[in-house]
């Protein structure tokens, strides 16, 4: 499932021609990780698997849909890539860009970007912009400029990154030998969930699955617009990924859930913090608070009684810990300690004689 990109691997599901000329790092493949150690911890009774999309090229699964939004405005001969961003659209679309020799234009909430998104949208070459606003104004800007001819919105707004993100669930299947029972993922522009409910019905329907699962998206409290059923003027949360006040794709995420029979609903940052400790110390995978979002709603979940024994329930952690640095340091709840250079030193340290 390694190596040559989502479009060469699902060609027949996605809108390409044989002469359509894919700008790809290789995204995709990425592992699906069983974790007991959770399951044994909070006593329950079913195989959790983490979808790890932190380990796409950039580091996030923006790349599934962003290989095929970029690929598809150089097909058609659009020069320049435009988004608004919270970190990792901006790191992406930087990326593809700078393989398709395109220019990229990125605005961002001003001082609303971890650290170390922005350091990969400014090293590939985006002109970034800081708006005096939330992520909702830069958008909206977006959607303006995207009605230039030379310009191409590669926001989730663009159909082509729905099409390019589906492909996730494609891979789940693959692995598992079928969809799992139940899904979970952070729900903030609320693109992915529509991603993967798509993809699942597209599997089913072409006899690659034969089931389809609950889709259970979740909202960090301070940006719950779907949860809370109207737009939030200034959201706010630790989970920067999915700071978002009024989602684009939001009657779709509604669709996918009821569909499903799912659900959408919220966490607190501090359920995000404990739950991105979980996964790094039960589960040994780092991602940004944003992504534990999914992992502290299955903790939510459980915890209500609502994962009937025996499921079989994924989890997708969308972005890799590293996006965030600053935050995963504070959230360890640890400290370095300073020893001598010498191994009594060390071992006093560690409590060992």
Not at 194 to 207: D, F, I, V
Not at 241 to 267: C, F, L, Q, Y
Not at 341 to 348: G, K, R, Y
Request: glycine share 10%.
């Amino acid at each position: 499932m390694t190596g040559h990109g989502v479009i060469r691997r699902y060609r027949e599901f996605l809108p390409v021609s044989e002469g359509t000329r894919s700008i790809t790092l290789n995204e995709g493949g990425t592992p699906l990780i069983e974790a007991p150690g959770i399951v044994s911890d909070i006593g329950g009774d079913f195989r959790l698997f983490v979808k790890y999309e932190g380990l796409n090229p950039t580091a996030s699964f923006k790349d599934r849909g962003m290989t095929l939004a970029v690929t598809k405005a150089a097909e058609r001969g659009a020069s320049i890539v435009v988004c608004a961003s919270t970190g990792n659209t901006s790191a992406s679309a930087a990326a593809y860009a700078a393989v398709a020799g395109m220019t990229c234009l990125v605005l961002i909430p001003e001082g609303k970007i971890a650290y170390g998104k922005m350091a990969q949208a400014l090293i590939h070459g985006a002109r970034t912009l800081e708006v005096r606003g939330n992520f909702d104004d830069a958008l909206e800007i977006v959607r303006r400029l995207g009605e230039r001819d030379e310009i191409e919105v590669v926001n989730s707004i663009n159909p082509f990154r729905i099409q390019g993100q589906k492909t996730a669930a494609f891979e789940v299947c693959d692995a598992l030998g079928d969809a799992p029972d139940m899904h979970f993922l952070p729900v903030g522009n609320a693109g992915n969930i529509t991603a993967y409910w798509l993809g699942y019905k597209e599997y089913r329907e072409a006899g690659r699955s034969k089931g389809l699962p609950q889709m259970m998206g979740w909202q960090a409290e301070g940006a719950a617009p779907i949860v809370r059923g109207a737009p939030v003027e200034n959201p706010e949360t630790i989970a920067t990924a999915i700071r978002i006040g009024n989602p684009a794709s939001w009657e779709h995420a509604i669709k996918a859930a009821t569909e499903s029979s799912g659900a959408i609903d919220m966490v607190s940052d501090d359920e995000i913090l404990d739950a991105q400790r979980i996964l790094a110390r039960t589960a040994g995978i780092f991602v940004e608070p944003a992504s534990a979002a999914g992992i502290a709603g299955l903790l939510k979940c459980h915890a209500a009684g609502n994962i009937p024994k025996g499921s079989t329930v994924v989890v997708t952690v969308t972005g890799h810990g590293l996006k965030d640095p600053e935050v995963a340091v504070k959230n360890s709840l640890a400290e370095s300690t300073v020893v001598d250079a010498n191994l009594d030193s060390v071992l006093a340290a560690i409590g060992l004689d």
